[in-house]
């Protein structure tokens, strides 16, 4: 049992997958949970060490659930399957919280391309993160 889970829901995202779970720390546990992927999503997942989950009722919410629900570890992450956010700083979000300095800490979505976002989820993210 590893002492932190990372949970992925995941909807057709083959391609970024292997980036994504390769920049998990390896002693990190990676739970992909697929929302009803056609791309093979669960098969890259599980090529790439992550246990799969399938979750047939569609949504983000709903595949979070399910990850939460087989977690096993005295930490759980979640971290978007599509790339956009950055693994590498999962070690030091969970510190914080190993260290007791937080309950709760919350890293923030790194845009892929200029102009992804609308001004309004720029400022909303910088403010939350």
Do not use: K
């Not at 949970?7 to 949970?33: F, K, M, N, Q, S």
């Not at 629900?69 to 700083?89: K, N, R």
């Not at 709760?104 to 391309?113: I, K």
């Amino acid at each position: 049992m590893s002492s932190v889970n990372v949970i992925l829901p995941c909807l057709d995202e083959a391609a970024a997958l292997p980036g994504v779970l390769a920049a998990i720390p390896g002693d990190y546990r990676a739970i992909v949970v697929d929302n009803g992927s056609a791309d093979g999503s669960p098969e890259v997942a599980a090529d790439h060490g992550a246990q799969v989950l399938h979750e047939t009722r569609r949504g983000y919410g709903a595949a979070v659930h399910t990850g939460l629900e087989a977690a096993d570890a005295e930490i759980v992450c979640f971290l978007d399957a599509d790339g956009s956010m950055d693994a590498a700083v999962l070690p030091e979000l969970v510190e914080r919280v190993r260290s007791g300095t937080a309950d709760l800490s919350v890293g923030r979505r790194v845009p892929t391309t200029r102009g992804a976002w609308p001004w309004h989820a720029q400022a909303g993210n910088a403010v939350l993160a």
